[in-house]
């Protein structure tokens, strides 16, 4: 047996929907603004000196930019976790016939740019400390853990 009345449920009803349409208070309103991703046509970067750097025999290839954040996980540098699920995708995506090449390169900016530094400067610089990279057991260490393949 429902408890109330029709005219309860009913009221009830009207008044949530009158209130869909209302007017929300202007200190309510959000000033978050979502990304922005811009997709570059050829003419708008250095097409020719991208080719000379990415290699010529894979007919495909992508290009990832990194974004500020580091990590999405202890160990695990986001724009790398980009390209391993993009890499992951397109041998999914042609899994039938020929085996196809993909060529991948990372333009890193901001912080990420530490990733394309070796060991020596790591620890010169106290990279991990300063940033406060745990590699993939949660610690801190003295080496760039995503230059070669750590502890899982």
Do not use: C
């Not at 929907?17 to 959000?30: F, K, N, Q, S």
């Not at 097409?47 to 025999?57: E, F, I, N, S, V």
């Not at 990832?64 to 695990?76: H, Q």
């Not at 060991?119 to 801190?140: C, E, H, N, P, V």
Request: glycine share 6%; proline share 8%; hydrophobic share 50%.
């Amino acid at each position: 047996m429902i408890r109330g009345s029709f005219f309860t449920f009913v009221s009830t009803l009207f008044g949530a929907l009158a209130t869909l349409g209302a007017e929300r208070p202007a200190a309510a309103a959000t000033t978050w603004t979502p990304p922005y991703f811009p997709i570059l046509m050829r003419g708008e970067y250095d097409y020719d000196a991208m080719m000379r750097a990415l290699p010529t025999d894979p007919p495909h290839k992508q290009v990832f930019l990194s974004n500020p954040s580091m990590l999405t996980a202890p160990g695990v540098a986001g724009i790398f976790q980009k390209m391993t699920l993009a890499m992951t995708a397109y041998e999914f995506a042609l899994e039938r016939g020929n085996r196809l090449t993909l060529a991948m390169a990372a333009v890193l900016i901001a912080e990420p740019v530490v990733f394309a530094l070796n060991d020596a400067m790591w620890q010169k610089y106290r990279i991990a400390a300063t940033f406060s990279l745990q590699d993939r057991t949660g610690r801190i260490g003295a080496r760039n853990f995503t230059r070669i393949p750590g502890p899982i």
